[in-house]
């Protein structure tokens, strides 16, 4: 019941700057929690940043707190992900989606996904 595109991914160098947008293509009543999850090549799946429906509650992975910031915009069903000081390392395939908590994004639980969006950071 969720579409979700996300845009904004790049090229960039480090210590640069990049803002990922994620729209939301909401086809029920239900409201939902959004973030953001990443993969880079060889590695896992990780969580970056989850936000609220209302925008009052955010959650971090513990490598992107100070450097990154989620926020949203309701009224444009809009998720977004503002990266500063970026760092080869954050290099990745980057994924919006959407759950039903916060929280539970938090712990590696979502319902639907975007396609995903490439992040590069040169050195």
């Known amino acids: 019941q969720v579409q979700l595109v996300e845009s904004g991914g790049g090229l960039v160098q480090a210590g640069g700057s990049l803002r990922l947008s994620c729209a939301a293509l909401?086809?029920?009543?239900?409201?939902?929690?959004m973030g953001w999850f990443r993969q880079a090549p060889g590695k896992e799946r990780e969580f970056v940043a989850a936000?609220?429906?209302?925008?009052?509650?955010?959650w971090y992975a513990d490598s992107v707190k100070g450097r990154f910031t989620i926020s949203k915009n309701n009224a444009k069903n809009t998720v977004y992900l503002q990266m500063n000081s970026l760092k080869p390392e954050d290099t990745a395939v980057y994924y919006c989606?959407?759950?039903?908590?916060?929280?539970?994004?938090?712990?590696?639980?979502?319902?639907?996904w975007g396609q995903g969006t490439q992040v590069t950071v040169s050195s």
């Open positions: 936000i609220s429906w209302s925008g009052g509650s955010t």
């Open positions: 909401v086809r029920t009543f239900s409201t939902y929690a």
């Open positions: 989606a959407a759950g039903q908590a916060g929280a539970t994004m938090s712990r590696g639980v979502g319902d639907y």
